[in-house]
């Protein structure tokens, strides 16, 4: 089983990143998904969420209507589309997987966000 975040990076505030997180090694379609972030010095909050078909998402009420979560599950991926970024969304960000009817979770290993001028 794998959940590989990728797209982090070093942006200046204002700008745009798109993260992706490519799975492997579960039935994707069985698994609700999310996305969380954990600051320097902080506890991992939730930052958006998205069921398994994709018809429902909720976001943390910082990042509303800036970020976007989206998934594809014809090609095991989870997105989330940062916009209008700032210093405060400065973390690690990590993509999460539960599965629906059981207990079932896996993690994957986070990816660099810094939001820098």
């Known amino acids: 089983v794998q959940l590989v975040e990728s797209g982090g990076g070093l942006v200046q505030p204002g700008g745009s990143l798109r993260l992706s997180c490519a799975a492997s090694?579960?039935?994707?379609?069985?698994?609700?998904l999310s996305w969380y972030r954990q600051a320097p010095g902080k506890g991992r909050e939730l930052v958006a969420g998205?069921?398994?078909?994709?018809?429902?998402?909720n976001y943390a009420n910082s990042v509303k209507g800036r970020f976007t979560i989206s998934r594809d599950n014809t090609k095991n991926a989870i997105y989330l589309q940062m916009n209008s970024l700032k210093f405060e969304d400065t973390a690690v960000y990590y993509c999460y997987a539960q599965d629906t009817y059981t207990p079932r979770e896996y993690w994957g290993q986070g990816t660099q966000v810094t939001v820098s001028s």
């Open positions: 090694g579960f039935t994707f379609s069985r698994y609700g």
């Open positions: 998205i069921t398994k078909i994709g018809d429902r998402t």
